[in-house]
Structures are given as C-alpha cells and as structure tokens.
Nanobody
Framework: VQLQASGGGLVQPGGSLRLSCAAS????????MGWYRQAPGKQRELVATITRGGTTNYGDSAKGRFTISRDNAKSTVYLQMNSLKPEDTAVYSCNARLRSDYWGKGTQVTVSS
C-alpha cells in the first residue's frame, strides 16, 4: 500500500488547511485510515482516524477544529483543519491499517504569523 499525502504548507494562526491522503488501493480494503503528527522534539500523536464504516475518532487537540472524511471513489482521506494554532505545527503523516501499518511520507504544516 502506498500513501501520498499532500496539502501542507504555511498558514497564519486562525487559518485553515485541508490535507489529502491518496491510497494506491481501494480504501474499502483498509480497516482504518488516519492522520498522525509529530512536532520537533515530541512524540508522534494521533490527530484523527476513520474506519471503513465511517466511524471517526479524534485526538484531544483536534476535537472541534479538525474533521476527517473519506472519498471512497477517489481512495482518498481528507483532514480539514480549521482555527489552526501555532502548536499545530508539525509533520502530518497518513496511516493505513490493514494487517500491518502503512505510512506515507509526511507533509509539513507550519502555523505562524
């Protein structure tokens, strides 16, 4: 499984970004897809996951601001991030969980004025 993440960049505090993660296989075959992030000097943390059935789960930092969604026809999962804060600055990586975990190359999100 190959995962291609895109959509990162530089945004001002309070702004929005939408990340995309395109999978090389049908996401119907993937049990759970999600986004994780890692800031410099910190451990990787959960941002959000979505199951094959559409059940979502969010890390505490994402609740109320971020929304994960999926487009099955495009085999793509999205992360809409609103009200971004400087502490959201991190490398965001896409994950697909089948029998094993697969990771895509991360995309940098920088929130700064």
């Amino acid at each position: 499984v190959q995962l291609q993440a895109s959509g990162g960049g530089l945004v001002q505090p309070g702004g929005s970004l939408r990340l995309s993660c395109a999978a090389s296989i049908s996401i119907f075959d993937i049990n759970v897809m999600g986004w994780y992030r890692q800031a410099p000097g910190k451990q990787r943390e959960l941002v959000a996951t979505i199951t094959r059935g559409g059940t979502t789960n969010y890390g505490d930092s994402a609740k109320g601001r971020f929304t994960i969604s999926r487009d099955n026809a495009k085999s793509t999962v999205y992360l809409q991030m609103n009200s971004l804060k400087p502490e959201d600055t991190a490398v965001y990586s896409c994950n697909a969980r089948l029998r094993s975990d697969y990771w895509g190359k991360g995309t940098q999100v920088t929130v700064s004025s």
